[in-house]
């Protein structure tokens, strides 16, 4: 299959392949799904970081260019509604500051703040497994099932 097509991710891809990975599973996931394995994150190790928002859940436009037949020459599709937001970890790492940005289709502004938290949490070198082995494989999984 091809790369642009797979949702899996190689042991060559680079942090901001991984990255992007991560971060269109939580766009494409319900807000739901996300709030609930975070809760599981929460039971099985208490000590989640807090955070604040940089930039609070905002609502706006963002036009979408289509191809025709998925490689052709680009054209401009129509706008879509997008939510964003920005957050920052309260707990700093080797002197550094960690902020996730959340970036969804419509106009959740849970879904964004959830995506944007998780996206700082997978930054933290201490909660980066337990996130992405309890949030984004189940939640790939389940667009696996669902599609």
Known sequence: MDKR?????????????????????????????????????????????????????????TMVRGR?????????????????SVVQLDETVNDGVISGFGYVAGRSHRHAELAAFCDALLQHPSWHHKIYSTVITPLEQAAKTNR
């Not at 680009?74 to 964003?84: M, N, V």
């Open 68 to 84: 025709t037949g998925g490689t052709g020459k680009p054209f401009h599709l129509g706008e879509i509604t997008l939510t964003r």
């Open 5 to 61: 097509h797979s949702n899996q991710l190689s042991p060559s891809d680079s942090p901001q392949q991984a990255r992007q990975h991560w971060m269109a599973v939580l766009a494409k996931a319900p807000w739901q799904s996300i709030e609930q394995a975070l809760s599981r994150v929460v039971s099985q190790c208490p000590g989640l970081p807090s955070y604040h928002y940089l930039r609070q859940p905002e609502i706006g436009l």
